[in-house]
T-cell receptor, first 116, second 116 residues
Framework: NAGVTQTPKFRVLKTGQSMTLLCAQDMNHEYMYWYRQDPGMGLRLIHYSVGEGTTAKGEVPDGYNVSRLKKQNFLLGLESAAPSQTSVYFC???????????????FGAGSRLTVL | AQKVTQAQTEISVVEKEDVTLDCVYETRDTTYYLFWYKQPPSGELVFLIRRNSFDEQNEISGRYSWNFQKSTSSFNFTITASQVVDSAVYFCALSEWYDSGYALNFGKGTSLLVTP
């Protein structure tokens, strides 16, 4: 099983350019998440999805958009990249509805984005 | 908002020493889950343990042990007889309800360096 796959692994953008990060999971998980990791900041939740066709904002959603058209895919878009969006982005997924937060997150390998 | 504090930013030990990584959390929930993840130098995030708020029994897995104390809102992680392969960043996380689902709220991480 591939688990959670992120593409691309590395990308360099110029300020103002747009791009999309793709996350794909093959575990039939309902929940999917996008986090960003910055030095000294831990992981911060950008957006998440509780099922196909749904998306919701996390802690740091500004400057990003997401879509979940298919259950297995969760796309993270940057419409106009800024240097502050230089980061490592992690996608994760977890099993179906949990009413107490018990779900274990399975993470992808990360995507390193640099905005010049 | 809930909060996870890992006060130790960096720890350096010599191989075979025991080391404890601290995690203190804040939550108003009566039912919640705590997690530890490991991020080795290769960058992926590896799940280590999940603990629910009703189970205060300490857990041991090989050289790893976890001490959950609800009275002090702490969930500390001890590595016994540390090895160079334990060098990694370790994250403590708390399940948190966002608008439409649960996600993990991570601490800022503790970087552990084990030298020969």
């Amino acid at each position: 099983n591939a688990g959670v796959t992120q593409t691309p692994k590395f990308r360099v953008l110029k300020t103002g350019q747009s791009m999309t990060l793709l996350c794909a999971q093959d575990m039939n998980h309902e929940y999917m998440y996008w986090y960003r990791q910055d030095p000294g900041m831990g992981l911060r939740l950008i957006h998440y999805s509780v099922g196909e066709g749904t998306t919701a904002k996390g802690e740091v959603p500004d400057g990003y958009n997401v879509s979940r058209l298919k259950k297995q895919n969760f796309l993270l878009g940057l419409e106009s990249a800024a240097p502050s969006q230089t980061s490592v982005y992690f996608c994760a997924s977890s099993r179906g509805q949990s009413y107490s937060g018990a779900n274990v997150l399975t993470f992808g390998a990360g995507s390193r984005l640099t905005v010049l | 908002a809930q909060k996870v504090t890992q006060a130790q930013t960096e720890i350096s030990v010599v191989e075979k020493e025991d080391v404890t990584l601290d995690c203190v959390y804040e939550t108003r929930d009566t039912t919640y889950y705590l997690f530890w993840y490991k991020q080795p130098p290769s960058g992926e995030l590896v799940f280590l343990i999940r603990r629910n708020s009703f189970d205060e029994q300490n857990e041991i897995s090989g050289r790893y042990s976890w001490n959950f104390q609800k009275s002090t809102s702490s969930f500390n992680f001890t590595i016994t007889a540390s090895q160079v392969v334990d060098s990694a960043v370790y994250f403590c996380a708390l399940s948190e309800w966002y608008d439409s689902g649960y996600a993990l709220n991570f601490g800022k991480g503790t970087s552990l360096l084990v030298t020969p």
